[in-house]
C-alpha cells in the first residue's frame, strides 16, 4: 500500500526565512496532495493541495510543488511568521479528494521572532 | 455553516467500558470519514462512510470497533472493551462529494 515519509520532524528558522518540508510516497497511481496544519490540541486544517496533473501551486506566501517523476512534493513557506508555529502534514490519496489520505508522520515548525 | 462538530470533545473511559464518539458532519455533507492520531504521530485513515453505508474500513481493526452513519443523526463511532491503547485523538472529516476534506476538533479518547 501508500507509504508518505515527511522530512525534516522538526524545523527552527528565524521570522522572515523561508521553510521547506518535503515528502515523498511511494504509490505511483497516488494523484492528490494535500497539506494540513495542525496548531497544538486544534484540528488539522487544510492550508493547500495539488493534483497530479499540476506541478506547481501558489496561494500567497505558501506554495507546494510536486514531481511525479521522484514522487515527492515539498511545501514552501515563505517571510515565515510566528504564526506559522505548528505541526505541518503532508499526504496522498490514488482516488483524488475523495478516499481515504495516508498521511506522513508530520513536521515541527518553529518560527522564532 | 458550522464546521464538523464532534461530541464529546474529552472522554475518559476505564479499560473494559464502551465508547462512542459522535460527528455530524457540515451541512450538505454526505461523505464521513474517520482518522485516529496518536501522540506526536500523523493520522491514520480508520474508516470512509456515506449515508447508511459503509464505503471503505480498511484501516479499522477488526475486532471491537464498528462504524455508522445512519439517515438521520451523526455518523458514530464505537469501540467495545477499551484498551489503553485505544487512548488517542479521534477526528471525524466530511465532505460534499469528491472535495477536499474538512476536519473537526476531534474527540480526545483516555483509558484508565
Known amino acids: 500500500g501508500e507509504n508518505v515519509e515527511q522530512h525534516p520532524s522538526t524545523l527552527s528558522v528565524q521570522e522572515g526565512d523561508s521553510a521547506v518540508i518535503k515528502c515523498t510516497y511511494s504509490?505511483?497511481?497516488?494523484?492528490?496532495f494535500p497539506w494540513y496544519k495542525q496548531e497544538l490540541g486544534k484540528r488539522p486544517q487544510l492550508i493547500i493541495d495539488?493534483?497530479?496533473?499540476?506541478g506547481e501551486k501558489k496561494d500567497q506566501r505558501i506554495a507546494v510543488t510536486l514531481n511525479k517523476t521522484a514522487k515527492h512534493f515539498s511545501l514552501h513557506i515563505t517571510e515565515t511568521q510566528p504564526e506559522d508555529s505548528a505541526v505541518y502534514f503532508c499526504a496522498a490519496s490514488t482516488r483524488g479528494s475523495q478516499g481515504n489520505l495516508i498521511f506522513g508522520k508530520g513536521t515541527k515548525l518553529s518560527v522564532k521572532p | 455553516n458550522a464546521g464538523v462538530m464532534q461530541n464529546p470533545r474529552h472522554l475518559v473511559r476505564r479499560r473494559g467500558q464502551e465508547a462512542r464518539l459522535r460527528c455530524s458532519p457540515m451541512k450538505g455533507h454526505s461523505h464521513v470519514y474517520w482518522y485516529r492520531q496518536l501522540p506526536e504521530e500523523g493520522l491514520k485513515f480508520m474508516v470512509y462512510?456515506?449515508?447508511?453505508?459503509?464505503?471503505?474500513e480498511s484501516g479499522m481493526p477488526k475486532e471491537r470497533f464498528s462504524a455508522e452513519f445512519p439517515k438521520e443523526g451523526p455518523s458514530i463511532l464505537r469501540i467495545q472493551q477499551v484498551v489503553r491503547g485505544d487512548s488517542a485523538a479521534y477526528f471525524c472529516?466530511?465532505?460534499?462529494?469528491?472535495?477536499?476534506?474538512?476536519f473537526g476538533n476531534g474527540t480526545r479518547l483516555t483509558v484508565t
Open positions: 472529516a466530511s465532505s460534499p462529494d469528491a472535495s477536499p476534506l474538512h
Open positions: 504509490d505511483s497511481a497516488s494523484n492528490y
Open positions: 462512510l456515506q449515508k447508511e453505508n459503509i464505503i471503505d
Open positions: 495539488i493534483r497530479s496533473n499540476v
